[in-house]
């Protein structure tokens, strides 16, 4: 089974910008999670996508938002770039609605946005 | 609230040595632990789980750890460190959301070097 894939592995944008971040689910994973890792850090969750809806959302801006497509990948916008979103970006997948503390997570490698 | 704290930020272990990384919770409810590793340039990938039953968990590359409710921990401990388990190592509960979702909360990470 194919795994998590995201892409651009890197990119660098300018302050004020806008950026689209890309993520492929596992194969029969239906749930899909964004975290953000700043430098030094542990990850911190965004949000969640279930049936191509936001079913839960972490600490973050509206700037933050995100799409679940039919065939459950995903995407990561953010506008208006702050030298502060500077960071891992890691998208994770999962089976089910994710009701569960249980759930278990697939972590793709991640997309490392700089801002300049 | 809900936490996880990661007390050691660098541990460096001869190769061959045993190793222990420490890991505290703080969660109102029954947690759902987790041990991931991440390497330079990669994505989080899962080493162990705990959800019930056992205490003491097995998991991928020679690692465990032992749930200890009365402590709030959930140690990862190997007994002999390879050269190539320098990595990050984060600890995290996973957390079930009012809106029914479940999100990781991670602690900061132990990045472990190894002497050869």
């Known amino acids: 089974e194919t795994g998590v894939t995201q892409s651009p592995t890197h990119l660098i944008k300018t302050r004020g910008q806008q950026v689209t971040l890309r993520c492929s689910s596992q194969?029969?994973?239906?749930?899909v999670s964004w975290y953000q890792q700043a430098l030094g850090q542990g990850p911190q969750f965004i949000f969640q996508?279930?049936?191509?809806?936001?079913?839960g959302r972490g600490n973050f801006p509206p700037r933050f938002s995100g799409l679940q497509f039919p065939n459950y990948s995903s995407e990561l916008n953010v506008n208006a770039l702050e030298l502060d979103d500077s960071a891992l970006y890691l998208c994770?997948?999962?089976?089910?609605?994710?009701?569960?503390?249980?759930?278990?997570?697939?972590f793709g490698a991640g997309s490392r946005l700089t801002v300049l | 609230a809900q936490s996880v704290t990661q007390p050691d930020i660098h541990i460096t272990v001869s190769e061959g040595a045993s190793l222990e990384l420490r890991c505290n919770y703080s969660?109102?409810?029954?947690?759902?632990l987790f041990w991931y590793v991440q390497s330079p340039g990669q994505g989080l990938q899962l080493l162990l789980k705990?959800?019930?039953?056992?205490?003491l968990v097995q998991g991928i590359k020679g690692f465990e750890a032992e749930f200890k409710r009365s402590q709030s921990s959930f140690n990862l401990r190997k007994p002999s460190v390879h050269w190539s388990d320098a990595a990050e190592y984060f600890c995290?509960?996973?957390?079930?959301?009012?809106?029914?979702?479940?999100?990781?909360?991670f602690g900061a990470g132990t990045r472990l070097a190894v002497h050869p």
């Open positions: 194969s029969g994973h239906n749930t």
């Open positions: 996508y279930y049936r191509e809806e936001e079913n």
């Open positions: 705990y959800f019930s039953g056992d205490t």
């Open positions: 969660y109102g409810a029954t947690p759902y």
């Open positions: 994770a997948s999962s089976r089910g609605q994710g009701k569960t503390g249980a759930n278990v997570l697939t």
């Open positions: 995290a509960v996973g957390a079930n959301e009012p809106g029914g979702y479940n999100k990781l909360i």
